[in-house]
C-alpha cells in the first residue's frame, strides 16, 4: 500500500516535471519566432542595436550637456551601466506580461492555452525567454558601445565574473517572477494595459538606483527603493564589473557582496511567492468573469 | 426625382463635411465608451509614465543641472503622451484593425480614412490630455518648476501648429501600415526612444549637432518643444535652437505637408493595398 503511494507520487511528480519542462521549451520556441521571424536578420539586428542605443544616448546627451563632457567621473559609469542592465528589467516584465495580451487579443489563442496539456504560468515565463535574449543583445551592445567610446572603466581581466554571472541569473529569475506577476494582473484588464511591463519598469527607475544612487531621493521614498530587489542586484552587476568605482557610492557600500547577495536571493523569494498567489487568485478571476477569450482592442 | 424626395428616402444620409464628422464621433465612441468600463488606464496610463519623468528629472538632479532642465523633462513628459497617441492610437492601430478584420470595412464604407484616423487619435483623448495634464501639474508642484510665459498666442498656436502636423504625419505613418503586418508593432515600438534623443523631449535641441536638429526638426513636436521651451522658461531664449517666429513658419508648412500629404498617401495606399490584396492579409 506505502509502496504504490510512493510509486504514485514519483510518478505525478515525473508527470508534473515533464509539463513543466514541455510548457517551457514550446513556449520558448514559440516566444522567439514571434519576436524574431517578423524581419530578416540583418532588420532584426538594426532593431535590436538602435533602440537600447538611443536609450542609453539620451541619458549620456543628458549627462554630456551638464558635465560639459566630463565623462571620467565615477558617476557617469555608475549611470550608464545601471541603465543598460536596466533593459532586463523592461524586456522581462514585458516580455512575461505582454504574452498575455498577445494570446488573448492579437492571435486569440489564449483559451487553447488553457485547454492544452501545459502548465500556464510555466508557458508565460517561457514566452519571457524570447525578450531576454533580445534584451541580452541589447545590453551587450550598449556595455561594448559605452567601454569602447565613453570610456566605461570595464577591465574584462579584473572584472568579477563569478558574482556577475551569479548576480544575473538570480536578477533574471527574480525579473521573471515580476513579470508573472504583471501577466496575472493583465488576465483581468482590457487590452490597453498591453504595455504594463513598460510602465511599470519605468515607474521602478525611480526606485531602483538605477540611473542615480538612492540618495537623491528624499528620504520618505528611500525605503521604496531598498525593498525593491532590483536596486541590490543592480548593485552586484555593477560592483562585479567596475569594482570601486561602485563601491564608492555611499547608498548601499555597508553591504559586502555576500549580504546584498543574501538580500537579492530573500527578496526575489518573496516576490516569486506574491507572483505565484497573485498568478493563482487572477487566473481564477478570470476564468470566473469569462475573460480568458475577451478582445478589447477597440 | 426632387431633393425633397430623395432626403425622404434617406432621412439619416449625410454627406461632405457632415460625414467626416460623424465618422470621426462614430470612431472615437467605442474607444471613449471602452476606457469607462474599465479605468485601469488611469493609473497605467497616467500614474506609471510619471515615474519614468520623476526618474530623468532626478537625474538632472543627481548631476547637479540648472532648475530650468527640470521643467524641461516634465515638459517633454507631457509631449511623450502626445507622441505615443499619435504612435499607438493611430498609426499603428490600422495594423490591429487589420488584424480585427475591420480595415477592410473602413475601406468599403462611404468615409474618408483621415476622418477614421482622427476619431482613433480623438478617442484617446481623453486619456492622452490626462496624462499631459497631470504630467506638467503634478511635475510642476513635486519640482517647483517656475515658468514665466512671454506671450501666450504665441504659446497657443505652436501648440495647435504643432499638434495639427503632429496628427497630420501620424496619419501620413498610418498609410504605412496599411501595407505592413507584424513589422508594424516592431516599427512602432522602435519609434520611440530615438525619437526622443532626436527631437530632444529631455534637453535642448541645440545641444545636438545643428544638422542633426536641423533633420530632427521634419518631425513637428522638435521645433514644437523648442518654440514651448523659449516661451515659457525664464531662460528658454537661451536654448533656442531657431527663433519662436521662425519655428512658427516652419510649422505651418508642416501643417499643410503633413495634412495634404495624408490626404493623397492615405489614397494612394488604399489603392495600393487593395491591388496587392493587403487588406485582409494576416501574415502572423
Not at chain 2, 145 to 159: D, E, R
Request: aromatic share 14%.
Amino acid at each position: 500500500m506505502a509502496e504504490s503511494t510512493v510509486a504514485s507520487r514519483s510518478t505525478q511528480l515525473a508527470t508534473l516535471k515533464s509539463e513543466s519542462w514541455r510548457s517551457f521549451k514550446m513556449a520558448t520556441w514559440l516566444g522567439w519566432q514571434i519576436e524574431s521571424n517578423w524581419a530578416d536578420p540583418f532588420l532584426f539586428a538594426i532593431y535590436s542595436i538602435i533602440k537600447p542605443l538611443s536609450g542609453a544616448a539620451i541619458l549620456v546627451v543628458m549627462y554630456g550637456i551638464i558635465s560639459k563632457g566630463n565623462f571620467s567621473n565615477p558617476l557617469f559609469p555608475y549611470i550608464y551601466l545601471g541603465n543598460a542592465f536596466y533593459i532586463y528589467a523592461g524586456a522581462m516584465m514585458t516580455g512575461v506580461s505582454w504574452a498575455v495580451i498577445d494570446d488573448r487579443e492579437h492571435y486569440k489563442t489564449l483559451k487553447y492555452m488553457y485547454i492544452a496539456p501545459i502548465s500556464i504560468p510555466i508557458y508565460l515565463l517561457g514566452r519571457g525567454v524570447a525578450r531576454f535574449i533580445t534584451g541580452s543583445f541589447s545590453v551587450i551592445i550598449t556595455v561594448a558601445v559605452g567601454v569602447w567610446l565613453l570610456h566605461v572603466p570595464l577591465d574584462m581581466i579584473t572584472a568579477n565574473w563569478p558574482l556577475f554571472f551569479l548576480s544575473l541569473f538570480i536578477g533574471v529569475v527574480m525579473l521573471a517572477m515580476m513579470g508573472l506577476l504583471l501577466g496575472s494582473i493583465s488576465l483581468l484588464l482590457a487590452h490597453h494595459v498591453g504595455f504594463i511591463g513598460d510602465a511599470v519598469a519605468g515607474a521602478l527607475y525611480i526606485f531602483s538606483g538605477a540611473i542615480f544612487p538612492l540618495d537623491v531621493l528624499p528620504a520618505w521614498l528611500r525605503p521604496i527603493g531598498f525593498i525593491m530587489p532590483i536596486t541590490y542586484w543592480l548593485e552586484l552587476i555593477r560592483r562585479s564589473l567596475i569594482g570601486n568605482v561602485a563601491e564608492a557610492f555611499p547608498t548601499l557600500s555597508g553591504f559586502s557582496n555576500g549580504q546584498l547577495l543574501g538580500i537579492l536571493v530573500g527578496l526575489s523569494l518573496l516576490f516569486s511567492i506574491v507572483s505565484i498567489y497573485t498568478f493563482r487568485f487572477c487566473d481564477r478571476r478570470a476564468r470566473e468573469r469569462g475573460l480568458i477569450d475577451r478582445t478589447s482592442n477597440y | 426625382m426632387s431633393s425633397t424626395s430623395s432626403l425622404a428616402q434617406h432621412p439619416g444620409k449625410v454627406t461632405g463635411w457632415r460625414l467626416f464628422l460623424k465618422t470621426v464621433i462614430a470612431r472615437a465612441y467605442p474607444r471613449v465608451i471602452g476606457q469607462q468600463r474599465d479605468k485601469s488606464w488611469m493609473f497605467f496610463d497616467i500614474v506609471l509614465p510619471l515615474g519614468g519623468v520623476i526618474a530623468y528629472v532626478l537625474v538632472y538632479k543627481a548631476i547637479g543641472a540648472p532648475s530650468e532642465y527640470v521643467g524641461f523633462v516634465v515638459m517633454g513628459g507631457a509631449m511623450t503622451a502626445f507622441w505615443m497617441n499619435v504612435l499607438w492610437s493611430m498609426s499603428s492601430q490600422l495594423y490591429w484593425e487589420k488584424e480585427q478584420g475591420n480595415l477592410a470595412l473602413y475601406i468599403m464604407s462611404p468615409n474618408s480614412m483621415m476622418a477614421v484616423l482622427l476619431g482613433m487619435a480623438l478617442g484617446g483623448m481623453v486619456a492622452t490630455l490626462l496624462r499631459a495634464v497631470a504630467i506638467v501639474l503634478l511635475g510642476s508642484l513635486m519640482f517647483q518648476v517656475q515658468y514665466a510665459i512671454t506671450n501666450f498666442f504665441q504659446l497657443l498656436a505652436v501648440f495647435v501648429l504643432a499638434m495639427s502636423a503632429l496628427y497630420g504625419m501620424g496619419m501620413m505613418t498610418a498609410s504605412l501600415f496599411l501595407l505592413l503586418s507584424r513589422e508594424a508593432w516592431h516599427l512602432s515600438n522602435l519609434a520611440q526612444e530615438p525619437i526622443y534623443l532626436a527631437t530632444g523631449f529631455y534637453f535642448p535641441i541645440k545641444s545636438l549637432p545643428f544638422w542633426v536638429a536641423l533633420g530632427a526638426s521634419i518631425i513637428p513636436l522638435t521645433l514644437g518643444m523648442d518654440a514651448m521651451r523659449q516661451l515659457v522658461f525664464p531662460s528658454g531664449f537661451k536654448i533656442g535652437f531657431l527663433s519662436v517666429g521662425v519655428e512658427i513658419g516652419v510649422l505651418m508648412a508642416l501643417c499643410v505637408v503633413f495634412l495634404v500629404g495624408a490626404k493623397l498617401l492615405l489614397g494612394y495606399m488604399e489603392k495600393l493595398a487593395i491591388r496587392e490584396g493587403r487588406l485582409t492579409e494576416a501574415r502572423r
